[in-house]
């Protein structure tokens, strides 16, 4: 399982790293080890099954791979990436099943549906939560601005504050350990706001 996981981390990060577009400071190569990263712990801390975290790991990989060919719909196009190569590494139709469920439940506003699915809305996210969340936001800003040039800091504080607030985490780990530092850094962010 390991060494079979290793190929397909291979063939997935040459893909981004070759294929995504050099405008996207944050939907970078950089972003998919994080959140392969964050759900593995996650996972950890939720008592997630061994099967199931392989699936997991893929997924984590597998996220954002649609932003090599759209942002648009992006989780959607990831998915048929996945369907279209994971067979090549022997991996099952019910399997790839799970897989794209996972892919979608990172698609915002999320609404994951099982416990799987819950684990990786949160690693994707989990930065909100963090002392990252400032570098993080810095990096979706000069991405966003590719889109849309006039997108000034306190339009962009606004979406952020809005998203922020809004956002829930679904697993007990994030709502115990990421939900406190979410308010502290939605406060932070409220303050820049009136400041400028």
Known sequence: MNNLFYQISQSVML???????????YHAPYHTKYVLDRAVFIAKEENIEEEDLFLLKVAALYHDTGFTVNREDHEAISCKIANKELPT?????DQIEIICG???????????????????ADADLEY?????FQEFGDKLYHELLHYEPKLDLQKWNEIQYDFVKNHKYHTAYGRKYL?????ENLRILLDKMHQL
Do not use: W
């Open 179 to 183: 939900e406190p530092k979410k308010q």
């Open 15 to 25: 893909r981004l790293e070759n294929e995504l577009p050099k405008y996207l400071t």
């Open 89 to 93: 590494f022997g991996i099952h139709k």
């Open 102 to 120: 996972l892919i979608r439940a990172t698609k915002i506003p999320q609404s994951p549906k099982n416990k799987l699915e819950k684990v990786l």
């Open 128 to 132: 909100l939560g963090t002392d990252k």
